[in-house]
């Protein structure tokens, strides 16, 4: 699912032997390890600031902002090209040097790159990204912060049902009327991957169109579903003080945020840069960002990024 999220020297990068994790780290960065520290035509030999783009939704809007104010905290040059489109727009986009960096995520990106990709788990899919991505394009360190579809339920429902996780929801699927996308019918992290992984066949199922929104949760708290698919960093699941049930065995893809770049363009000083946004970024981070974007207060999305980054101590 996860419908709201469309995602010269080392041009090799992305079909790193073994399908090998990119890593960045900055112990390499003066030994000549990292794959982007010879970047040869790299931001300084071009003389051009750091395009990033995001795609058409406030998150990846906010994110983008993060990584610009960033970088340019950091003495790069950087500036911000808002709302291209889908993933398909904007992969385009970097690979004709319209931008140079992308805020995507993990588990979409590995599907958009693999159509056959089985990798579920946070470490396998960017264990397999790398070596799946477009010629000249790669991706440096994911996030813990993740969107990904979640079952959430009601305070009311949990206690009722003795609800945890999803093995759990699998125990009294049969009294449960789900509410998901249409697509999650035929779609394996749907309802096939449930009944697979935790004997969840639900009563009824319940198609929603407006990818977890407003009329999912209304259903869920008139009590017409009991149960939903919600993006885990959808401010209505706090606003609405709605429980997220675990996934134990990964019925849902990881979906960390991470840089998607042009190898020839990110150099290992902008690398690093991006890796320290990524180790400081969590879902909460998200959640809140989205609060303030999306929900109630209308911020812009650069001053969130920017009060972000500066409670984060990566701006003064």
Same mark, same amino acid.
């Given at each position: 699912?996860?419908?709201?999220h469309p995602?010269?020297?080392?041009?090799?990068?992305a079909?790193?032997?073994?399908?090998?994790?990119l890593?960045?780290a900055?112990a390499?960065?003066?030994?000549?390890?990292?794959?982007?520290?010879?970047?040869?035509?790299?931001?300084?030999?071009?003389?051009g600031?750091?395009?990033v783009?995001?795609?058409?939704?406030?998150?990846?809007e906010?994110?983008?902002?993060?990584?610009?104010?960033?970088?340019?905290?950091?003495?790069?040059?950087a500036?911000t090209?808002?709302g291209?489109?889908?993933?398909?727009?904007?992969?385009?986009a970097?690979?004709?040097?319209?931008i140079?960096?992308? &805020?995507?995520? *993990?588990? %979409?990106? =590995?599907r958009?790159a693999d159509k056959?990709?089985?990798?579920?788990? +946070?470490?396998? @899919?960017?264990?397999?990204?790398?070596?799946?991505?477009?010629a000249?394009?790669?991706?440096l360190?994911?996030?813990?912060?993740?969107?990904?579809?979640?079952?959430v339920?009601?305070?009311?429902?949990?206690?009722?049902?003795?609800?945890k996780?999803?093995?759990d929801?699998?125990?009294?699927?049969d009294?449960?009327?789900?509410?998901?996308?249409?697509e999650?019918?035929?779609?394996?992290q749907?309802?096939?991957?449930l009944?697979?992984?935790?004997?969840?066949?639900?009563?009824q199922?319940?198609?929603?169109?407006?990818?977890?929104?407003?009329?999912?949760?209304?259903?869920?708290?008139?009590?017409?579903?009991?149960?939903a698919?919600?993006?885990?960093?959808? &401010?209505?699941? *706090?606003q %609405?003080? =709605?429980?997220?049930?675990?996934?134990?065995?990964?019925?849902?893809? +990881?979906?960390? @945020?991470?840089?998607?770049?042009r190898?020839?363009?990110?150099?290992?000083?902008?690398?690093?840069?991006?890796?320290?946004?990524?180790?400081?970024?969590?879902?909460g981070?998200?959640?809140?960002?989205?609060?303030q974007?999306?929900?109630n207060?209308?911020?812009?999305?650069?001053?969130?990024?920017?009060?972000?980054l500066?409670?984060?101590?990566?701006?003064?």
């Amino acid at each position: 699912m996860n419908t709201p999220h469309p995602r010269p020297a080392v041009a090799r990068l992305a079909v790193l032997a073994a399908g090998t994790l990119l890593t960045l780290a900055l112990a390499s960065c003066g030994t000549g390890g990292s794959p982007l520290s010879n970047a040869s035509t790299g931001t300084a030999a071009q003389g051009g600031p750091l395009v990033v783009g995001s795609a058409n939704f406030p998150e990846s809007e906010t994110l983008a902002n993060i990584y610009a104010g960033a970088l340019n905290a950091a003495g790069i040059n950087a500036t911000t090209k808002p709302g291209i489109g889908s993933r398909e727009v904007y992969v385009r986009a970097l690979q004709d040097g319209s931008i140079d960096l992308v &805020p995507d995520y *993990s588990g %979409n990106l =590995l599907r958009y790159a693999d159509k056959n990709a089985a990798a579920v788990s +946070a470490a396998d @899919v960017m264990k397999a990204l790398p070596g799946k991505l477009p010629a000249g394009l790669a991706v440096l360190d994911a996030a813990s912060a993740e969107d990904k579809d979640s079952i959430v339920v009601t305070e009311a429902t949990a206690a009722k049902y003795g609800l945890k996780t999803l093995t759990d929801l699998g125990r009294v699927c049969d009294r449960i009327a789900l509410g998901m996308p249409p697509e999650a019918q035929d779609r394996p992290q749907g309802l096939p991957g449930l009944k697979t992984k935790y004997g969840c066949v639900p009563k009824q199922f319940v198609p929603f169109s407006d990818g977890g929104g407003p009329l999912t949760v209304k259903a869920l708290l008139d009590d017409t579903i009991q149960a939903a698919d919600v993006f885990t960093t959808s &401010p209505l699941i *706090s606003q %609405n003080h =709605l429980l997220t049930l675990e996934d134990p065995l990964n019925n849902f893809a +990881a979906q960390q @945020v991470v840089p998607l770049v042009r190898a020839d363009r990110v150099d290992a000083k902008a690398a690093e840069v991006l890796n320290k946004v990524s180790r400081a970024l969590t879902t909460g981070d998200l959640l809140r960002l989205n609060e303030q974007v999306s929900g109630n207060a209308k911020q812009n999305p650069a001053d969130a990024a920017a009060a972000w980054l500066k409670d984060k101590g990566l701006t003064r």
